[in-house]
């Protein structure tokens, strides 16, 4: 089961579903309490999504899984997060109104040293006509949170692994 709840609602818009709204409920299975492991912890995440409502949730729950968390609600905004400090990863919607979170993936992998990137789409990824690192990591609206958390150390695990040239 994922962790929270899809409901519809008349004009509501979650994490990339047409008329969803995803709610942040405790999940059934074990919890990750304050005091308990936080798989995230120690890593900085730069997140980029310009509707505000779903970049302050998948905020919280990064948070809650341990990272830092800087958020952009643009491209612009996130470009500019890049070029001023470090993240570990960045995590970001394709579509955004100023810019695409793909053409953000490629500063990643030419900034030093380079962030991890998760892409958030609706589109099929085969369906995205950009050139995109081996090391990016693709996550398909709708998704559970566990599975951004788990999309992220998927990245962190690509980049670690990945020789300098496929950065």
């Avoid at 798989?39 to 970049?55: C, F, I, K, Q, T």
């Avoid at 990272?67 to 905004?77: C, D, G, L, N, R």
Wanted: hydrophobic share 40%.
């Amino acid at each position: 089961m994922p962790h929270g709840t899809t409901n519809r609602i008349p004009d509501g818009r979650g994490f990339g579903a047409p008329r969803r709204c995803v709610h942040l409920d405790p999940e059934p299975g074990p919890a990750v309490s304050p005091a308990g492991p936080r798989p995230l912890s120690g890593v900085s995440v730069l997140m980029v999504d310009d509707e505000d409502a779903v970049r302050r949730a998948l905020t919280m729950y990064l948070r809650r899984q341990g990272a830092t968390v800087v958020e952009a609600k643009s491209y612009a905004e996130a470009a500019d997060q890049l070029l001023s400090r470090r993240f570990d990863v960045v995590v970001s919607d394709v579509m955004l109104g100023d810019g695409s979170g793909l053409t953000l993936e490629r500063i990643c992998c030419n900034i030093k040293p380079p962030a991890a990137f998760v892409a958030i789409t609706g589109a099929l990824e085969s369906d995205l006509d950009e050139d995109v690192s081996p090391t990016t990591v693709f996550l398909q609206k709708p998704f559970a949170l566990d599975d951004l958390r788990a999309r992220v150390l998927e990245a962190l695990g690509r980049m670690a692994a990945a020789p300098a040239s496929e950065h």
